[in-house]
């Protein structure tokens, strides 16, 4: 490939967005509506409101048990598929204002806000744009109705962090075709909430490809722009015609952003990466054989931990609370647990030096004595630029990988040394790493 085909691959940078979501590392998802009550996953729209049968509620002790996981932020499904609202809407008698709860009194959206509020924890929702309630749905009027509701949720909830968009929908061959105006929606967002990360569906940050805890070993924030042309239900357009179209690839691509999937020539963005997990190895919405039988274990959750957010990517953890309204103490318990595992894995920080020594070399010096971790960091205002290095110490090497990107977790056999050699083997231009830190 020519010097040009470097150079064009090391143009997108991160905006302010995206790099406050990186710095945030680990998050949270909450799916809590009448599926928690029917014991749905994707509910039907015409299950009366009564059915949500929430009698008490407690976000406050929400938000504590999230932070004791170590999470930084919680994105509530203020809307899912079944277009029930956990918040009072002006636009649908189809929310929580017609149900039981507080005399219909309740605004579950508005309480965990309030709640994040006084902890100093960030607050983001969930907006379906799927909707098998609203009347409107697959018709023009609709995007008037979907962009009233973004409008309630941005201007009446505080700072928002996140807004998260679903692209599912089983409407099936003969269901309703909806032509979503995401550019709108997008500008509703950014007119309200200018500090607000959107993702999934949209230009901030993407979906990993899957929803079982895996990442690539080149797990890259630089991708092609075609890639954000969405399916024809999630962005009604088709991919482009000609090369660009044979060349198709989405999120799901084992290769996705490496030079095998770039075209020289085309334009690329900066979008980093997403792991969406359950606190389950199965479903989104509460159920007490998940809880039972499919709680992720500890290990799990720190092998995920260390797949995304020690991989380039930040993990978004979905804890669904039970028909009480209760996030199960059996879930925090685990994820609580982790975050320890984790902690302790990196407790033992050692001062140390990164200096360049050559164009594709770097050496850490440091107080001699066993090391078995290194966390590096690139220059993202440089771009993304690394795409294989390995580390040695004493002659030898210790460990190979590929991406690094805005974090890297380098985890070796124990070695007793006081210094470590990263040799840069491939590389778009020039690197430039950032940051580096060396733990016992």
């Excluded at 010097?3 to 090391?10: A, S, T």
């Excluded at 967005?17 to 009448?34: C, E, S, T």
């Excluded at 920080?349 to 107080?367: A, D, H, N, R, S």
Aim: hydrophobic share 35%.
């Amino acid at each position: 490939m020519s010097e040009n085909f470097d150079k064009q691959l090391v143009v997108p940078v991160p905006n302010e967005r995206q790099m406050a979501i990186l710095n945030m590392g680990y998050y949270n998802f909450i799916h809590f509506g009448l599926n928690t009550f029917t014991k749905k996953e994707w509910g039907s729209g015409q299950v009366p409101t009564s059915e949500f049968k929430l009698k008490s509620l407690d976000t406050d002790k929400w938000v504590k048990d999230l932070m004791a996981t170590g999470s930084k932020g919680v994105i509530i499904t203020a809307k899912h598929h079944d277009g029930f609202c956990l918040f009072p809407s002006k636009y649908t008698d189809y929310c929580v204002k017609n149900t039981p709860f507080m005399d219909g009194k309740g605004d579950v959206v508005g309480s965990l806000a309030a709640s994040c509020k006084k902890y100093g924890f960030k607050f983001g929702f969930y907006l379906s744009p799927w909707d098998r309630h609203e009347p409107t749905y697959g018709t023009e009027a609709y995007n008037d109705y979907f962009c009233n509701q973004l409008e309630e949720l941005c201007t009446n909830y505080g700072e928002i962090f996140c807004v998260w968009f679903d692209g599912a929908c089983g409407e099936g061959a003969n269901g309703k075709k909806q032509r979503y105006d995401w550019d709108r929606f997008y500008s509703v967002i950014h007119k309200y909430q200018p500090n607000c990360v959107i993702s999934n569906c949209a230009y901030d940050v993407r979906w990993i490809g899957n929803e079982d805890g895996k990442c690539r070993e080149a797990e890259w924030s630089v991708v092609p722009k075609r890639l954000q042309c969405f399916d024809e239900i999630m962005r009604n357009q088709q991919q482009s015609e000609g090369v660009f179209a044979m060349a198709k690839i989405d999120n799901t691509d084992k290769n996705l952003g490496e030079r095998s999937t770039i075209i020289e020539g085309e334009e690329m963005v900066f979008w980093p990466s997403e792991m969406d997990i359950s606190a389950t190895y199965a479903g989104w919405f509460y159920r007490k054989w998940f809880e039972i039988f499919l709680a992720r274990s500890v290990g799990n959750l720190v092998a995920c931990y260390k797949r995304s957010v020690g991989n380039n990517a930040t993990l978004l953890v979905n804890v669904a609370p039970n028909p009480k309204g209760e996030l199960p103490a059996k879930f925090i318990r685990r994820m609580t647990k982790a975050k320890e595992r984790i902690q302790k894995m990196f407790s033992t920080q050692v001062e140390c030096e990164l200096k360049q020594i050559g164009t594709y070399e770097y050496e850490i010096t440091f107080p001699k004595g066993k090391v078995s971790k290194i966390v590096l960091a690139e220059d993202l205002s440089k771009s993304q630029r690394v795409e294989e290095f390995a580390l040695f110490a004493n002659g030898k090497r210790i460990f190979k990988s590929k991406t690094i990107g805005f974090k890297k977790f380098c985890i070796f056999n124990k070695i007793n040394t006081d210094k470590i050699t990263i040799k840069i083997i491939d590389s778009r231009c020039e690197p430039y790493l950032a940051s580096c830190r060396v733990y016992r």
